[in-house]
């Protein structure tokens, strides 16, 4: 398992305007910590400095131990998996959908990534949009459905580290909560950094790293911050 630190790092898209100014937090191997903090206050950037979109202009961020700067942008990437807010899917079956990062996975595994994802019915479908020759009509997915594919897609890449930003905003709270079960099955046992504006998601993290101002305004469990 790989822990991911960020050390003093600044950054910010427009050199004359820092975002990060000094950020420090560690997420823990096979732990879940969740970054919360005003809308923003950098958390997308946090995201998106670990994916190597963009490198740190001072300090560091280090995946098991090592400067993401050391690697290549791909093996960095590898290691990493997304639910992204909107699923986009290709035009073909969900269960290709779902095995896009690693083309070689099994039936058996499609279908257990399906299983824990809760999509399991309808894995030979097709997505909306999409018409065969013969005029067979692809399936409307909810914008849940398409979050559970997203997941199930996930669980065959199968990645150390997960990265979740805000990835059941777009949906109903009803529709949320259903999800919620699924996406912590996806994180169980890995590096997760979950990003939300809202507390509810994220009730069940070791830790919460409350980010302001470009910094680290606080951090703790949840008990340790209600408590303050
Ligand atoms: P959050 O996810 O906490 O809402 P972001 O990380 O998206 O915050 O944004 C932090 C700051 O950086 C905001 O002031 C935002 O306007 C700015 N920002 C975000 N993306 C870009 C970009 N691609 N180019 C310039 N500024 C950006
Ligand atoms: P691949 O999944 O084939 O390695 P990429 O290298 O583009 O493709 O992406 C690696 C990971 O980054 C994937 O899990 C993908 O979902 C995620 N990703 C791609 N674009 C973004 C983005 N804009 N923000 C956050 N994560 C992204």
């Known amino acids: 398992a790989c822990s991911v630190r960020f050390d003093d790092v600044h950054f910010g898209y427009d050199p004359r305007r820092a975002v990060l100014k000094g950020l420090s937090f560690e997420a823990e191997a096979g732990k879940k910590t969740a970054i919360v903090g005003p809308s923003g206050a950098g958390k997308s950037t946090i995201a998106r400095l670990i994916f190597r979109f963009y490198d740190v202009t001072q300090g560091a961020i280090t995946i098991g131990g090592t400067d993401i700067r050391d690697v290549t942008q791909d093996s960095v990437r590898r290691n990493l998996g997304v639910v992204p807010q909107d699923t986009v899917l290709f035009n073909d079956t969900i269960s290709y959908n779902i095995s896009y990062p690693r083309p070689e996975a099994t039936k058996d595994e499609i279908e257990r990534a399906a299983q824990m994802a809760q999509i399991h019915e309808f894995v030979s479908r097709l997505p909306d949009g999409y018409e065969t020759l013969v005029g067979e009509r692809g399936l409307k997915l909810s914008g849940g459905e398409k979050q559970r594919v997203a997941i199930a897609r996930t669980i065959i890449k199968n990645p150390p ?68």
Request: net charge negative; proline share 0%.
């Open 161 to 228: 580290i997960l990265i979740l930003d805000e990835a059941t905003s777009a949906l109903d709270s009803e529709t949320e909560a259903e999800i919620l079960t699924s996406l912590n099955a996806l994180a169980s046992g890995r590096t997760s950094i979950v990003i939300a504006h809202r507390l509810s998601t994220i009730i069940d993290a070791d830790k919460i790293v409350v980010v302001d101002g470009g910094v680290v305004a606080e951090e703790g469990t949840h008990e340790e911050l209600l408590g303050k």
